[in-house]
């Protein structure tokens, strides 16, 4: 269990100022909460975390800024699942929440990017406001297909900074030949369950069996310039927008021929070998499609051909 | 890092450069490793994207189906294609499309050697779809440009290994390949002017 020493190290890391604490003490208390008694490893930490703070006779918002011991990261750095970090961000959007275990969710911003962030409802945490900087203390990264975010849970300090903060744009512009629509794209199922946005594989949902799924369009292509390969996701408002074909037209199609594989089939004419151009934010290795342009200007070779003519 | 293997580019190149490509490598001993051309500008190629016109289609299948597609490039230099049962949609584009038309393809290149002693090259089509000719004039500008940059990296770069590759293998002189590059865009030229001419108002 070389996670569970890791937080133990991370614990007595929070309280080296006042306590002289054996981290192998801590696993052990950590080992009998998580093993013994199946609780969940913030939970576990939560109370080991309070156990000391008694000994010591600290409040818990006394443990240093927040987490103490954790890294301060800029959210585009976060490129690993389970680590526990520290944050100053701005909550640039807040979602309406698909679940009521979710007490809110949204996007945190920072100079170097946004990510998105969910705070549990169970977690009891103050109230995050759209468009206020925040120090964030103890939140968990976490990662789904590629695409990273933080999980606020009972743990995290939250403290309201008096200043605003510029939220960089990590969107890139990709231009290239649409060479490929991959495998699970056009008319796909996702996980109905709460919180779940897996997509279905021949009706199952890896975390929650079988399932009746909700019907949503994407497209997963691969642009090409002839240097560069890049993949690129269309949610469902940019699969309409490139294919002209609507969800409803999509479900309607795969009704008549019985058979969802159609739509991606009938999507793929038209598009396929094509060139366009995408802008968007990055999750990963994809780009996700927010404004896209068919290339259809005419070119001009004059450039090419002076170029060609004086080597 | 993720821990997927990376997607190979598709390369650009003119037919005339690309049916000289008769050299194939692999980069490791692992059976599954992808096989490469060389390009003669000094470039290794597993996948190529070419738009074009496709000018004939034919069955030259004796047991299954098998079809053989024609696209020409702006040189008048034809690519070869062939799609069976192991490539149905490819095929089942080569059944259905009626020539001429501007498509795009993507594929794989494949050499076999002829009971003369030749090297054919050509390509085993990933898809086939039909576009427009703005396209296929964009194309042609494209790999242009991407078959200059190779030139002279051929040229210019002698820490080029596929270039010091395309000295050893080939006896071809790149500089046919900077006149393939002129052709197309001469001809995309004369095109774009013709097309002009007609439609200019009297």
């Known amino acids: 269990m070389t996670d569970l020493r890791t937080h133990a190290e991370e614990i007595q890391e929070q309280f080296s100022d006042q306590l002289d604490i054996d981290v192998d003490d801590v696993v052990e208390r950590l080992e009998t909460l998580v093993e013994d008694y199946q609780v969940p490893l913030n939970e576990a930490r939560r109370s080991v975390v309070s156990n000391y703070l008694d000994e010591a006779g600290m409040e818990r918002d006394q443990l240093g800024g927040g987490g103490g011991g954790n890294e301060h990261v800029q959210v585009a750095e976060v490129d690993e699942p389970e680590q526990w970090i520290d944050v100053t961000a701005k909550v640039t959007e807040l979602?309406?929440?698909?679940?009521?275990?979710?007490?809110?969710?949204?996007?945190?911003?920072?100079?170097?990017?946004?990510?998105?962030?969910?705070?549990?409802?169970k977690s009891d945490l103050a109230e995050l406001e759209e468009g206020k900087v925040y120090d964030l203390g103890n939140v968990v990264t976490d990662e789904y297909e590629g695409r990273y975010s933080v999980k606020l849970n009972s743990t995290t300090t939250i403290e309201e900074r008096d200043e605003d903060l510029e939220v960089g744009n990590d969107d890139v512009t990709v231009e290239g030949a649409l060479v490929d629509i991959q495998s699970g794209s056009g008319l796909i199922k996702r996980c109905p369950e709460e919180d779940c946005t897996r997509v279905l594989q021949n009706g199952r949902c890896s975390e929650h069996g079988e399932g009746e799924g909700e019907f949503d369009l994407r497209i997963k292509g691969v642009l090409d310039d002839g240097d560069e390969v890049t993949e690129v996701i269309f949610d469902q408002d940019a699969t309409e927008e490139l294919t002209g074909i609507t969800l409803d037209e999509a479900k309607e199609m795969a009704m008549d021929a019985l058979d969802t594989e159609v739509v991606a089939d009938e999507m793929s004419e038209g598009i396929l070998g094509y060139y366009y151009r995408v802008t968007g934010p990055t999750f990963g290795r994809y780009v996700l499609v927010n404004d896209q342009e068919r290339l259809t200007d005419p070119v001009d070779g004059e450039a090419a051909l002076i170029r060609a003519r004086s080597i | 890092m993720s821990g997927a293997p990376t997607r190979e580019v598709a390369r650009r190149v003119f037919a005339d450069e690309f049916n000289d490509a008769s050299y194939t490598f692999k980069e490791s001993d692992d059976e599954r490793a992808p096989v490469y051309v060389l390009l003669p500008t000094g470039e290794r190629a597993n996948r190529i994207f070419v738009v074009g016109t496709l000018t004939e289609t034919e069955d030259v299948g004796e047991d299954s189906e098998y079809w053989q597609g024609r696209v020409v490039d702006p040189n008048g230099d034809t690519f070869f294609m062939y799609a069976g049962q192991y490539q149905p949609d490819a095929a089942s584009m080569l059944r259905e499309l009626e020539p001429p038309a501007y498509v795009s393809v993507v594929g794989k290149p494949r050499t076999y050697e002829t009971d003369e002693g030749e090297v054919n090259v050509s390509l085993r089509p990933e898809s086939i779809s039909k576009v427009d000719e703005a396209t296929r004039d964009r194309w042609v500008v494209e790999t242009a440009e991407r078959t200059t940059e190779r030139i002279q990296r051929y040229e210019d770069d002698e820490t080029n290994e596929y270039a010091e590759m395309a000295r050893e293998e080939?006896?071809?002189?790149?500089?046919?390949?900077?006149?393939?590059?002129?052709?197309?865009?001469?001809?995309?030229?004369?095109?774009?002017?013709?097309?002009?001419?007609?439609?200019?108002?009297?």
């Open chain 2, 170 to 202: 080939y006896e071809l002189p790149v500089e046919n390949y900077r006149r393939t590059v002129v052709g197309a865009l001469e001809s995309l030229e004369e095109e774009q002017r013709g097309a002009n001419e007609v439609s200019a108002p009297e």
């Open chain 1, 95 to 121: 979602w309406e929440p698909r679940s009521d275990s979710v007490g809110q969710v949204g996007l945190l911003g920072d100079e170097s990017g946004t990510i998105k962030f969910t705070k549990w409802a």
